[in-house]
């Protein structure tokens, strides 16, 4: 494996981290504040965000130090540069405008901000594993995915 594309691996485990912990912020943040509230759909809705992002970012971050058979076995493109770059991308969009105020489009409160800065990061990791997912193309599997070679 080229160092570069460790580099890579290293980045996109360290975004899969913020995604996992960006999910328990809002188990605090959200969901129990909502349930303390007794805004029971409000509750659920967080909870199935927060769930989501952890689960999301627990499997990338078994995808990125070595494929785990589990993940391998549900969510195949993940093992891929392009899989795991378009996913990247999705969720780099979508944790970006989590909380932003509908009326004018403006961010207010400390998660708010953490959620634009985890975003970007993500963005930026699936940036660049496009350019890899491009570049290492026409290589077999073997080659562009060292660390799926057995």
Known sequence: MRSSQAVLR?????ASALL???GFIGIFADFLRALA????FSAVH??????????AG?????AEIRPHPTVSENAPYLNKYLGRSVFYLIT????????????NGRREGVQSWLDLLIGLYTL???????MFAYKLSGLP???????LAR
């Open 141 to 147: 599997p073997a080659l562009s995915e060292p660390a």
């Open 92 to 103: 780099g969009m979508y944790i970006i405008g989590r909380k932003v105020d509908d009326h």
């Open 37 to 40: 509230n007794a805004w029971f």
């Open 20 to 22: 996992v912990m960006a």
């Open 58 to 62: 627990s499997a990338c971050v078994l």
């Open 10 to 14: 290293l980045c996109g485990g360290l």
């Open 124 to 130: 930026g990791v699936a940036g660049v594993g496009l």
């Open 46 to 55: 967080y909870l199935a965000e927060c769930a989501f992002l952890m689960a």
